[in-house]
C-alpha cells in the first residue's frame, strides 16, 4: 500500500459507480489495512450534509459490499467521511480538505477522483484550481475521457494547464483485472505461445463481452455515452492493446504504454461498414431515454491492426447490455492445418477451429480446444479442450477487485495499469469514421445475442459464444 495517509476528494460521491465499485473498494482497502489512514471527502450536486451522505454510503456498502460489514467496521469507516455539496464551492472543499489533512497524523497525500460524465469533468478540475488544491496531488479520472477526439484534446489541453501528466491517473477498470495482467504473464513468461502470436499462426481473435445488466439507474449517463463510448474505446481496446502488442522492453510503466501505443497507432480507421450497431427492444421506452434515441446499446465491429505481427488478422469485439450472457473472453482462433488428411465426415474442423480462450472474469480461467481421436474404431474427431481456473487452485489468497487494485497503485504512484493522454487521444482518431457516420441502430430482442446482422459481420467464421 501507499506509504502516506490519503485524503481522497470523490467527485461524483452519490454516483452509481462510486457506491456499487468506489466506495466498497476504499472500505475494504481501509479496513483491511491496506492504507495507513484515510479521509474522504464526497463531492456531488445533492446538497446534502455529511451524515445524509453517510447514509447513503452505508445504503451502498450494504447493498454492494461482497462481505458482511460488522457494525465497528461502519463506525470506523463512518468516521472518516465527510461531504461537501458542490454549490458550498471550492473555499467549503478547501476548509474540508484542511481539516481532513489536521485530523490525520505526518504528512498526508491528497488524491482526488473524478467519478463524472465527461461534460462534468473540466468543471470539477476548475473548482480544484479555485481552492488552490491541484499541487503535489494525484487525480484519478474516470472514462470516457472525452467523447470523440476534439473534446478528449480539448479535456488532456486543460488538464495539463493544472497537472502535469505524472498526476493524472486515467483509469481503466479492465486492466486492473486479474485475468487483463495474466495475459502479459501468459505471453511473456513463457517460451511456448509467444512464437505463435502472430498472423502466420493465428486467424482471428474475438474480444466479447455481452452483459446480461439492462441500464440500471444510469439513464442519463448512458443516453449519451452508448455501447461504443462506454466500452470500446476504453475497455476493449486496451485489452486488445495487451493481447497485440510487442514485448516491452520491461514491465515498467513507460515501456508498457510504448507498445500499447504502438498497436494503437497501427490500428486501421473504423469503417462504418464494418460496424453492427444495435439497441434492445425497449430501450426506448425506459425511463429518462429519448423516446427517438439513436444511442447503442450494442455494438459489433471488425478492427485490424496494420503491422508486421498482425497484418490480415481480423479482431472482432462485441459488447452489448440486455444480452443473453454474461461473459468477458478473449478467445484466439488458429488457422487450419494446411492439409488434412482426415476423411470428410471424421468430423475434422467441423466445430469450427482450434482455439485459446481467456476468461476474464475476476478470478481468470483459460482454455484450449484442439481436435483429438474419440476412442473406437476408425478415426473419428472430436474437439476436446483442457481447462485452468484459478479458482480451482490455492492460490487465490486476498483478492482485490479490479478497482481496489488501480486505486492502490494509484496511492503509490504506479502507473504502469494507466492509460495516457497519447494513446486515448489515438483511440479516438481511430474512430472519427464511426463517429462521423454511425451505421443506424438495429433491434434486438432482449436476451438475444445481438441483431442478426453481426453473423455477417464476422463470415466466414463464426462468434465464439455462445459456448
Ligand atoms: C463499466 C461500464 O465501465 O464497465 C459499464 O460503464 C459496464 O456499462 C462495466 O457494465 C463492466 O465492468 P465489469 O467489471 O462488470 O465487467
Known sequence: GPKYPQVVVLFGATGDLSKRKL???????????????CRIIGVSLDDIDADAFRAVARDALNQFLSRR?????????????????????AGALKEAVRRAEASLAGETRLMHYLSVPPAAALPAVRMLAEAGLTEHCRIIMEKPFGTDLASA??????????????????????????????????RFANGLFEPIWNRNFID??????????????????????GAYRDMVVTHLFQILGFMAMEPPTSLEPAPISEEK?????SMLPIDPKDVVRGQYAGYREEEGVDPISETETFIALKCQIDNWRWAGVPFYLRTGKRLAEGQRIISIAFREPPK???????????QGPDHLTFDLADASKMSLSF?????????????????????????LGEVLEAYERLILDAMRGDRTLFTTAEGIERLWQVSVPLIENPPPVRLYAPGSWGPKSIHQLIAPHAWRLPF
Open 23 to 37: 466506495l466498497p473498494g476504499l472500505f475494504h482497502l481501509v479496513s483491511a489495512g491496506f492504507i495507513p489512514g
Open 69 to 89: 460489514m460488522s457494525e465497528e467496521d461502519w463506525s470506523a469507516f463512518a468516521q472518516i467521511l465527510d461531504y461537501v455539496p458542490l454549490s458550498a464551492g
Open 153 to 186: 484534446t480539448v479535456l488532456n489541453a486543460r488538464l495539463h494547464e493544472v497537472f502535469d501528466e505524472e498526476q493524472i491517473f486515467r483509469i481503466d477498470h479492465f486492466l486492473g483485472k486479474e485475468a487483463a495482467q495474466n495475459i502479459l504473464a501468459f
Open 204 to 225: 482471428h481473435v474475438q474480444i466479447d463481452v455481452p452483459e446480461t445488466l439492462g441500464l440500471g439507474k444510469r439513464s442519463g449517463f448512458y443516453e449519451a455515452t
Open 261 to 265: 501505443n504502438k498497436v494503437f497507432r
Open 340 to 350: 488434412s488428411m482426415f476423411p470428410a465426415g471424421s468430423g475434422v474442423g467441423a
Open 371 to 395: 481436435y483429438g481421436k474419440r476412442p473406437g474404431p476408425g478415426m473419428r474427431l472430436d474437439k476436446l479442450s483442457m481447462q485452468f481456473a484459478m479458482r480451482d487452485t490455492d492460490m
